[in-house]
């Protein structure tokens, strides 16, 4: 077998060395452009969950690089004159030569042929090769020349950033934030070995502007960030080496693999240095790529099991990388919040590391993150204990004159079981037990202003007495046996309309008795299948403003502690918001402003009409996940207009306005929307969607994202999730009906063991340190 690798960089060398140990006979050849001593950057960051597939795969090589790198089990943020410190993080650093060095000694060792000083242009030079490895990195000059097959996305984000060395010696993971009369400007910094540090440095364009660096010199340019960090780096130079400036590509391929050639490392896809390096991320590709070929007959089928099962978990890496950049790429929103929360959204920003994953790992960080949401919430004038404070989800929150007794919320969830608009016995139960299971507040599904309004036959209604008197029943039902709150969720389904049930052909029209459907432009929502809905008149928004008047009027005759008009998911409003569905060429088509005229119309006639101490909200879809969908200012300027008309909370969720949408999914996914509302337009959000437990709420909670956060699914499965929660957390406020009052006492009891147990089955799993000690 001969396999030819082209670029010398760690995953390249790694797959060398892992496939010529395993197979001493096959004729494997590393090609690197540069010579061996060359490299550009300064160190390399591995956790010891990486360390401990290193020493799996090779113990000679592992050997050697963990004897050569610098630990360090701590991140300080450095914010407003104030270092927080988070511990038991379990990093560690090395020069990057040093790494190539070990590699390249150990594929030596093996019999690797190391081949310096030649460019390859063209996979046509390996004809005779079994595999081709390419391994040329970012720039990949065969990815490029081969872009028809591969595909490659390249995302440029907007931060500029460069990578500097210094000899200032660091005892932690750095982060320096400072903010200058240019701008905020930032140094990402760790120890890679004795007497020698990395420091990247990352900020958004205008402050790079600001500060002139566009037109300086390399040496300009470190004199200047010398005097930037003069303090943090107490007397140490910066060092450069090719230290251009520049802006992070994020890549994806279509594809890896072309023939008997593979793309492994940032030739095929690339992560955001905030969450490690790219340099971990190629190695852990080699040992993929490795695997695939030691359990597979043959290359073909090896390789096109590399180029589906890695993908899932790059995607997941890239996912994360692009949640953390996307954090730094809007520091300025977070620039007025308290240290401690600053430094928890730090912490937190990529959603991998939670408020459980801090708190096994420092306890007392968390316990101060605590401390300090509490004491906010007592300076509000809440009875808080400061002496046992509550985690953030089991905290008040107040809007207008409503008080929710805690943060969690049951999403508004169709239940399609109504008959004729009015709420059964299922709905009884179904709001019922959830409230009765602890949420401080629980949502009701979309309910329909008028019966041509309705999505299903079987979707709740309130255009009648009958309607209100049944929910009547409901919400008195809830007031009686918990202390929930009650929100009701209005809507007008639009060309989503006189479709059959969720669980039947979702989407689809009514095999029988369709009745019409209006939108802002006669767009159908699936193209020759659903209805062409008529476009609305001037009259007809009169006529359905009349209609969500009156189920105002009886939404708060039924009782209702809070109202929410729908304006997402593609219904009636929302076509009017998003330019994907809104093509008219009059008041109501085309700006922003215009889009929102009719949505606003609405808003405001149910607000005047809901009394002023009960608060309203209004559910958005903030993106459309189509091309040519809703902006970012859309966003901004649509919830500012809201917050301007006297909406009270964003309920934000996203998608759903176009068959053909593309969400990226993944948990608390759409919690960065619900941020970007809360922080940049200064209005109380709500966050829904794949939000799974406690642990996620507090963090979400913790870190800023939103006031309050929907769970949808998992109160489906389990409508006590909220009580669960606070015997966890031992929570003795939280309210129990009297009947349930045994099982408070048992839970409460039990869950400290269940807690300490879990805890030690959660210590023992964290991957060991690998630093050497005493020479072992």
């Not at 007592?378 to 985690?391: A, H, S």
């Not at 059964?424 to 139960?429: E, G, I, K, N, P």
């Not at 996620?696 to 870190?703: F, G, K, R």
Request: glycine share 8%.
């Amino acid at each position: 077998m001969k396999i030819s690798i082209i670029g010398g960089g760690p995953g390249g060398l790694y797959f060398a060395l892992l496939a010529q140990k395993a197979w001493p006979r096959w004729d494997i050849t590393v090609y690197e452009r540069n010579r061996p001593d060359d490299t550009f950057g300064f160190g390399v960051v591995f956790s010891d969950q990486t360390l401990d597939s290193f020493k799996g795969c090779d113990g000679p090589s592992y050997e050697m690089i963990r004897r050569r790198f610098a630990y360090w089990g701590d991140v300080d943020v450095s914010y407003k004159g104030r270092v927080m410190r988070s511990g038991g993080n379990g990093f560690c650093g090395c020069s990057r030569v040093a790494l190539l060095h070990i590699l390249h000694d150990r594929c030596r060792e093996l019999g690797v042929k190391l081949v310096f000083q030649r460019e390859i242009q063209n996979l046509e030079e390996f004809a005779d090769s079994d595999l081709v490895v390419v391994a040329d990195g970012i720039n990949s000059q065969i990815r490029e020349k081969n872009r028809d097959h591969f595909q490659p996305s390249v995302d440029l984000r907007p931060n500029k950033f460069t990578w500097l060395g210094s000899t200032k010696p660091l005892d932690a993971f750095k982060y320096f934030f400072r903010d200058t009369p240019q701008g905020i400007i930032l140094a990402h910094c760790y120890q890679y070995e004795e007497g020698r540090s990395t420091w990247v440095i990352e900020t958004d364009e205008a402050t790079w502007k600001n500060f002139g660096f566009d037109a300086k010199s390399e040496p300009e340019m470190v004199l200047q960030l010398e005097e930037i960090f003069s303090q943090e780096l107490d007397g140490h130079p910066l060092i450069a080496n090719r230290s251009l400036w520049r802006n992070f590509p994020t890549i994806t391929n279509k594809t890896w693999v072309m023939g008997n050639a593979v793309l492994v490392g940032d030739a095929k896809a690339t992560a955001h240095f905030s969450i490690g390096s790219g340099t971990k991320l190629a190695m852990e590709d080699a040992i993929s790529l490795f695997d695939f070929v030691k359990n597979e007959k043959t290359i073909e089928r090896a390789l096109k099991r590399y180029d589906t099962g890695r993908r899932e978990e790059v995607e997941k890496t890239q996912h994360a990388a692009n949640v953390s950049l996307a954090w730094f790429e809007h520091m300025r929103r977070y620039w007025d919040m308290d240290p401690l929360q600053f430094a928890f959204g730090v912490m937190s920003r990529s959603k991998q590391i939670t408020w459980e994953n801090l708190e096994l790992r420092d306890p007392e960080f968390v316990r101060q993150v605590k401390y300090w949401f509490a004491k906010k919430i007592k300076d509000q004038g809440f009875d808080i204990d400061l002496e046992n404070p509550p985690v953030p989800m089991f905290t008040p929150f107040r809007l207008r004159g409503m008080t929710v007794e805690n943060r969690v919320v049951v999403s508004a969830m169709d239940q399609y079981c109504a008959r004729d608009g009015v709420p059964a016995d299922w709905h009884l139960v179904h709001l019922g037990s959830r409230a009765i299971g602890g949420a401080g507040m629980v949502f009701v599904e979309m309910t329909c202003v008028s019966p041509a309004a309705r999505i299903t036959p079987g979707c709740t209604g309130l255009w009648n007495e009958a309607q209100r008197d049944a929910f009547r029943r409901i919400v008195d039902f809830c007031h009686a046996h918990s202390k929930a709150k009650l929100c009701l969720q209005i809507g007008h389904s639009g060309r989503k309309g006189s479709t059959q049930l969720g669980w039947e052909k979702m989407d689809h029209p009514l095999e029988a008795g369709n009745w019409p459907v209006v939108a802002a432009s006669p767009i159908p929502y699936l193209a020759g299948v659903s209805q062409v809905p008529q476009e609305l008149s001037r009259s007809g928004m009169e006529e359905i403003i009349q209609q969500f008047k009156n189920a105002t009027r009886l939404a708060d005759e039924a009782g209702f502690d809070m109202l929410e008009v729908h304006m997402a998911h593609g219904y009636l409003l929302a076509s009017f918001i998003s330019p994907l569905t809104n093509q008219r060429k009059d008041e109501y088509g085309g700006s922003i402003e215009n889009r929102m005229r009719f949505p606003l119309a609405v808003f405001a006639a149910c607000r005047a009409k809901f009394p002023q101490q009960k608060p309203m909200s209004v559910r958005i879809s903030a993106a459309d996940w189509a091309p040519g969908g809703l902006s970012g200012e859309d966003l901004v300027a649509l919830t500012r207009m809201l917050k301007d008309a006297g909406c009270d909370l964003v309920d934000c969720s996203t998608g759903q306005t176009v068959p053909q949408q593309r969400p990226v999914y993944g948990r608390m996914y759409q919690a960065p929307y619900s941020d970007w509302v809360r922080n940049e337009v200064g209005i109380a959000t709500m966050t829904v969607g794949a939000v799974t437990s406690a642990d996620q709420v507090n963090t979400l909670l913790a870190a800023g994202k939103a006031d309050l956060v929907a769970l949808g699914r998992p109160h489906l499965a389990n409508p006590y999730l909220t009580l669960q929660a606070a015997a966890w957390y031992q929570n003795e406020k939280q309210f129990w009906p009297p009947q349930y009052l045994a099982g408070r006492d048992q839970a409460l009891r039990n869950a400290p063991r269940e807690r300490d147990e879990l805890t030690e089955l959660r210590l023992r799993a964290r991957p060991a340190s690998h630093e050497v000690k005493d020479g072992r």
